[in-house]
Every structure is written in C-alpha cells, then in structure tokens.
C-alpha cells in the first residue's frame, strides 16, 4: 500500500487535517497527498513558498530567521511548519525546504541538503536530510522522507 494512502487513512481515524509548506519541492509532497480519492477531508492546503519573499510574506517567516541561518536551515524549516499550520488551521503542518541542485550549494550546504520540519499540537521536529541524486531524485526522496515523518507522527503522536 502507497504510504499516502496509510497516512490518509490515519488522518480520517484521528480526525487530523494537514498543510504543507513546500520549497524545493515545489509542491511534490501535496501532490502526492491529494492524489488520494477523498483527501479533501484532509489536506486543507499548501503554500509553495519557493522565493523567500514568500517564506517571509506568506507564511512569516522572521527575516533574521532566513538572513542568521538560511533558507534552507533547521530553523527556517520549524519556521515554515508551524507558521503554515497556524495560518491554515489545521492539526499537522509540514515543511521541505532544501537545495534540489544541480547549482546553488555550497561547502557547508551542498547540493541534497534537505530540512524536513512537522509541527502539531503536541510540538515538532525538525529531521536534516543529504541525498544523492540528480534534482527530480532529490525531489522525490525529501517527499518520501517526508511522508515517512508524517507516518511516524502519526502513529507515534504522543513521542514528539
């Protein structure tokens, strides 16, 4: 069984909703999520805040947050889940923030640097990510990464 499904099916059980702010995966993971029949009763929406004007504008993001760390940062990834629960109102927030490549890393953050947060009502985590691959692979493991976080919390809820 596809793990949206499970999460899905978890989500209705708990009568949970969930939001994602995605970056670099440009709204891979809420795909994914809603190409389940019935995942309106769920997902309530997703905010691609790929620029950081949108990180800061839309899902309010401090700015010293992005200039002190980075976007793609622990800090910015907590940031962006908790804030993008908050705003949609719902009892999950996720966030994917991290550098897809093939340019724009750097020593300290190199290309498959990903920085996956969620946030509920029982606090949040934040995990770091490195994975190998060309964009479109990097893309694709952050969202499994992803769900596999959202699968946790949501059979291990009290934990976080």
């Given amino acids: 069984m596809k ?3 499970e999460i899905g099916k978890l989500l209705l059980e708990k009568k949970f909703t969930i939001s994602c702010a995605e970056s670099c995966t440009g709204g891979l993971l809420t795909d994914r999520l ?3 029949a019935g995942s309106s009763a769920y997902v309530k929406g997703s905010v ?3 620029a ?3 990180k800061i ?3 309010h993001v401090n ?3 992005i200039k002190n760390f980075g ?3 622990e800090q910015t990834a907590r940031e962006m889940a908790e804030n993008v ?4 109102n719902t009892d999950i927030g996720v966030s994917i923030t991290g550098i897809a490549g093939p340019g724009g890393g750097s020593a300290e953050k190199p290309v498959g640097l990903v920085y996956i947060g969620i946030s509920g009502h029982n606090g949040g985590k934040v995990e770091q990510f490195k994975f190998n691959g060309t964009r479109t692979e990097v893309k694709e493991k952050a969202v499994e990464a992803a769900l596999v976080l959202i699968q946790v919390y949501l059979t291990l809820e009290k934990t976080f």
């Fill in 3 to 5: 793990m949206e499904v």
């Fill in 34 to 36: 809603t190409n389940i």
């Fill in 48 to 50: 691609i805040a790929y």
């Fill in 52 to 54: 950081n004007e949108i």
């Fill in 57 to 59: 504008n839309v899902l």
């Fill in 63 to 65: 700015e010293e947050t």
């Fill in 71 to 73: 976007a793609v940062s």
């Fill in 85 to 88: 629960r908050q705003i949609l």
